[in-house]
């Protein structure tokens, strides 16, 4: 003979809850991996010769805990929500020559946490280059994590809001 166990709710041994049931068979499980944000640019953005350059963004396409800040651009750690992350980002600029560096990082609090891998232009002028750059980092409550780009290609360039995104999300603690 089989037997039955009913609950409407399932804890871990420190009383979090993991699952729910609304008793007619919806179940709604805890979302370890929040917040979650996807940033969003409407227009272009002009990029200084040698600088390095705040990627502004003015939307977002998700972001659970409202935890990325469209006025400076940055993701902020909200209450609660320390532990380990994974950010990507990916932006387009275009111009570059032979032997010109186009860089892509990311700050945590204002200072380098990772940046791509400095690239070079083969021997060809104008070119445009799409680069990628990700990481996995330690966050506490309140820590900031903006996406910066460096060129220096001889003069400003404008990278290209439809190629251009910055996005993460909490692993876990």
Same mark, same amino acid.
């Given at each position: 003979?089989?037997? =039955?166990?009913?609950?409407?709710?399932?804890?871990d041994?420190?009383?979090?809850?993991?699952?729910?049931?609304?008793? *007619?068979? &919806? $179940?709604?499980?805890q979302?370890?991996?929040t917040?979650?944000?996807?940033?969003? &640019? %409407?227009?272009?953005? *002009?990029?200084?010769?040698?600088a390095?350059?705040?990627?502004?963004?003015?939307?977002?396409?998700?972001?659970?805990?409202?935890? !990325?800040?469209?006025?400076? %651009?940055?993701?902020?750690? +909200?209450?609660?929500? #320390?532990? &380990?992350?994974? !950010?990507?980002?990916?932006?387009?600029? +275009?111009?570059?020559? #032979?032997?010109?560096?186009?860089? $892509? @990082?990311?700050? &945590?609090?204002? %200072? =380098?946490?990772?940046?791509? $891998?400095?690239? @070079?232009? #083969?021997?060809?002028?104008?070119?445009?280059?799409?680069?990628?750059?990700?990481?996995?980092?330690d $966050?506490?409550?309140?820590?900031?994590?903006?996406?910066?780009l !460096?060129?220096? *290609?001889?003069?400003?360039?404008?990278?290209?809001?439809?190629?251009?995104?910055?996005?993460g !999300?909490?692993?876990? %603690?």
């Amino acid at each position: 003979m089989a037997g =039955i166990i009913k609950v409407n709710q399932y804890q871990d041994f420190n009383g979090n809850t993991l699952f729910t049931s609304d008793g *007619s068979g &919806k $179940l709604t499980t805890q979302n370890f991996n929040t917040p979650i944000f996807e940033a969003t &640019k %409407s227009a272009t953005q *002009s990029c200084a010769h040698n600088a390095t350059t705040l990627i502004t963004f003015d939307g977002t396409n998700f972001d659970t805990d409202s935890a !990325f800040n469209t006025t400076d %651009s940055t993701f902020v750690v +909200p209450t609660g929500k #320390a532990g &380990k992350y994974y !950010f990507a980002g990916q932006s387009e600029c +275009p111009g570059a020559d #032979a032997g010109e560096i186009i860089q $892509l @990082q990311m700050n &945590k609090n204002g %200072s =380098i946490v990772t940046k791509s $891998l400095e690239r @070079q232009y #083969a021997a060809a002028t104008n070119q445009t280059l799409k680069i990628r750059t990700s990481m996995i980092v330690d $966050l506490a409550v309140g820590d900031a994590i903006d996406f910066r780009l !460096f060129q220096n *290609s001889g003069g400003a360039q404008n990278i290209d809001q439809t190629e251009t995104f910055f996005r993460g !999300f909490r692993i876990g %603690s």
